[in-house]
């Protein structure tokens, strides 16, 4: 079930599945770069205003699943109008700024984004832009990208299948009510 926070702007209401926490792994491919594991740290969260604020890190994985080196992060803010269409604006550290437009699916938690505008610094790798396709589904989060270059056209590059992280303070404030032994919760 998703939760709704009692503060979150009235706009925003459909896109409280995002909201969160969210930890996982995923698949990097593209051509001319070596395809890799990664795994990847996603927050969404909200301060009441009408729009969420967005942070991801990534990092590639060995064989064992252990970090290796970062691959890449960005941070940008998630709008939704009254007729579910989609605005996201976000910056990248490898020197890029993108504005995002698409929408909501009707009835169901998933998001179709496609990039409207571009701007890189001359030392960002060759980018000209992107679609995302993100889904809740039974509870995870999920996405696809795809990346478009002047010399390869739009294709699958990464995706993620993520976990919520639950936040022990979120559960540990219900042990409040439970009598001083906190025994009779377990019977």
Request: aromatic share 10%.
């Amino acid at each position: 079930m998703i939760e709704i926070p009692s503060d979150l702007h009235p706009d925003l209401v459909p896109l409280a599945f995002l909201l969160g926490n969210w930890a996982g792994a995923g698949v990097a491919d593209f051509p001319g770069r070596e395809q890799c594991n990664f795994g990847q740290e996603v927050s969404f969260s909200h301060d009441g205003r009408d729009f969420l604020e967005y942070v991801s890190r990534t990092w590639e994985l060995d064989a064992e699943g252990e970090k290796v080196r970062p691959l890449e992060s960005e941070t940008g803010y998630w709008r939704i109008d009254a007729e579910r269409k989609v605005e996201v604006v976000m910056i990248r550290d490898q020197g890029v700024a993108e504005v995002w437009y698409g929408e909501m699916a009707e009835q169901k938690p998933q998001i179709d984004l496609a990039t409207d505008a571009v701007a890189r610094l001359s030392s960002a790798g060759e980018y000209s832009g992107g679609k995302r396709l993100y889904g809740y589904v039974k509870g995870d989060l999920m996405w696809v990208g795809e990346l478009a270059t002047p010399t390869t056209p739009l294709r699958p590059y990464m995706s993620a299948h993520l976990k919520k992280v639950v936040d022990p303070s979120e559960w540990a404030k219900d042990l409040k009510d439970l009598p001083d032994d906190g025994i009779a919760f377990f019977k």
